[in-house]
């Protein structure tokens, strides 16, 4: 079946801007995951959904961001009141268990100007 | 708390020459290693793992052992080709509830004709 699909792509939003970034994972997939992923560097750890328990959010870098999966199926990314320093790559992955395989979306990159 | 070390890059070889590419981690007990790739223009994706020490993960020609001793991963390969050229990143993670992964900074391996 169809892979994790992530969108938009890309986004570009002007400094104070909210955004929305939306991952489907695959499907049957009982969890889910988000990682940013700054330019050079390896993916890091924001949040962490049982079906549509936050079980962990303990990566998420501050209280702009937030994450929801209210269905227990596709998850929301929203960043409030964007700053540059949020430019990144947002990665979704997505397992049949927590302990399976990651199955990673193919990013959504974000640039705030 | 857990960390993933790579090497520096990028590497650019010929094509069939023998790769290596350094990991060493840190972690409390002994979590499950893994290699990612991501070729241009897509997603993250499994190429290896392994669950325990000396375990010996492969796929595609290339190999990592898990070894406890020296608390490595290294990934190797005896004859690269030019498909092979990409961002490799080394990761751990912990089977449970919440295995989230822990990421290398990635390193760009190109290889010539």
């Known amino acids: 079946g169809a892979g994790v699909s992530q969108s938009p792509r890309y986004k570009v939003a002007k400094r104070g801007q909210d955004v929305a970034l939306r991952c489907d994972p695959i499907?049957?997939?009982?969890?889910l995951f988000w990682y940013q992923q700054a330019l050079g560097q390896g993916p890091e750890f924001l949040t962490y959904?049982?079906?549509?328990?936050?079980?962990?959010k303990s990566g998420l870098p501050s209280d702009r961001f937030f994450a929801e999966r209210p269905e227990g199926s596709v998850s929301t990314l929203k960043i409030q009141r964007t700053q540059q320093e949020d430019s990144a790559v947002y990665l979704c992955a997505s397992s049949l268990r927590a302990e399976n395989i990651q199955y990673f979306g193919a990013g959504t990159r974000l640039s705030v100007l | 708390g857990n960390s993933v070390t790579q090497m520096e890059g990028p590497v650019t070889l010929s094509e069939e020459a023998f790769l290596t590419i350094n990991c060493t981690y840190t972690a409390t007990g002994y979590p499950s290693l893994f290699w990612y790739v991501q070729y241009p223009g897509e997603g993250l994706q499994l190429l290896l793992k392994?669950?325990?020490?000396?375990d010996k993960g492969s796929n595609k020609g290339f190999e990592a052992t898990y070894r406890k001793e020296t608390t490595s991963f290294h990934l190797e390969k005896g004859s690269v080709q030019v498909s092979d050229s990409a961002v490799y990143f080394c990761a751990s993670s912990y089977t449970g509830a919440n295995s989230k992964l822990t990421f290398g900074k990635g390193i760009t391996l190109s290889v010539r004709p």
């Open positions: 392994a669950t325990k020490a000396d």
């Open positions: 499907s049957g997939h009982v969890s």
């Open positions: 959904f049982q079906n549509e328990a936050q079980l962990d």
